[in-house]
C-alpha cells in the first residue's frame, strides 16, 4: 500500500483531475474546472436513478464515497444527503477536495490510506459508492477487504454501488508504461519529468471476477441486487477491459 499511497501523492500534486477523470484532451492540467465538476453531477445523477429504480437507499442521512479523489461525485451527492463523506489514500487530493468544495459544509473529507476503513462504524451510510478506484489498487486482496469494508458500512436498506473490470485481456496486463514508470522512477528520474516529457504515469489497472466481487461484498453483509455493463450500463470501456456496476443492499 506505501508504493500505491506514494504513486497517488504524486499525481494528485502533479496533475490531479487528469489522475481522477482521464480524457485525452485534459492532461497537464488542461482540465476545465467546472467541466470537470460537471461530470461528477453526470454521475451522480445516474448513481441516484439507477439506486432509485431499484428502491434504494430508505434513507438519505449520508453517503460516503472511497477514492474520491478531488472530490467531483461527494460534491455532487452532497444536496440529496444531510453528510456526504468522501476519502481517498492521497492527502493532496484530499486538500484540493478541502479547497474546491469549501461552499459545500455538509461535506467532509478524510485521508484513509489503510487497508480498511476501520474509523467508520458499522451501517453508518446510506449510500456507499465507488467509480474508478478499485481497479487502480494493486493487490487484490486489498480490493476484497474494501468491498466488504463498504458492505459493513452500509446502512440496512442502503445502496452500495461498484464499478469494477470484471475481466482484462492479458496484453492489457503487461502495462508497459507503468513498468517504465518505475523502472525510470529508481533511476531517480523526477517524477515531473516521467509524467511531463516522456508522457508515463504509475497508474494501474486491475481486475477482479463477477463471483469474487459478489462473494466479498456477501462477507461484508450486502447482496447484490443488480448488475450492470460498463458505468451503470453505458458500456464503458477505458481499454478492452470488461467494466461491471455492482448495486447490492443489505
Do not use: K
Request: charged share 25%; with cysteine; net charge neutral.
Amino acid at each position: 500500500m506505501a508504493g500505491h499511497r506514494r504513486d497517488w501523492e504524486a499525481l494528485g500534486e502533479i496533475d490531479p483531475l487528469y489522475a481522477i477523470l482521464s480524457d485525452p484532451g485534459a492532461r497537464n492540467g488542461e482540465w476545465d474546472v467546472e467541466a470537470f465538476l460537471a461530470t461528477g453531477e453526470a454521475d451522480a445523477a445516474r448513481i441516484m436513478g439507477a439506486c432509485e429504480a431499484l428502491g434504494v437507499p430508505v434513507r438519505r442521512e449520508a453517503s460516503f464515497e472511497l477514492g474520491c479523489g478531488v472530490g467531483r461525485i461527494t460534491r455532487a451527492l452532497s444536496p440529496s444527503f444531510s453528510r456526504s463523506v468522501g476519502v481517498d489514500i492521497s492527502a493532496p487530493m484530499i486538500a484540493r477536495a478541502r479547497e474546491m468544495n469549501a461552499d459545500r459544509p455538509n461535506c467532509e473529507w478524510a485521508v484513509n490510506d489503510a487497508p480498511d476503513l476501520a474509523s467508520f462504524a458499522d451501517g453508518e451510510f446510506d449510500l456507499v459508492v465507488s467509480f474508478i478506484v478499485l481497479q487502480h489498487v494493486p493487490d487484490r486482496a486489498v480490493i476484497s477487504s474494501y468491498l466488504r469494508e463498504m458492505a459493513r458500512i452500509l446502512a440496512p436498506g442502503g445502496a452500495l454501488v461498484v464499478q469494477m473490470p470484471a475481466s482484462m485481456p492479458l496484453r492489457q496486463r503487461v502495462q508497459w508504461r507503468r513498468r517504465a514508470y518505475h523502472g525510470l522512477r529508481a533511476a531517480r528520474v523526477p517524477e515531473r519529468t516521467l509524467y511531463r516529457r516522456f508522457g508515463l504515469d504509475p497508474i494501474r489497472m486491475n481486475w477482479m471476477a463477477r463471483r469474487d466481487v459478489e462473494a466479498a461484498m456477501r462477507l461484508g453483509g450486502a447482496d447484490v441486487i443488480a448488475v450492470q455493463d460498463g458505468w451503470l450500463g453505458d458500456g464503458s470501456q477505458v481499454g478492452r477491459e470488461t467494466n461491471l456496476t455492482y448495486l447490492a443492499t443489505r
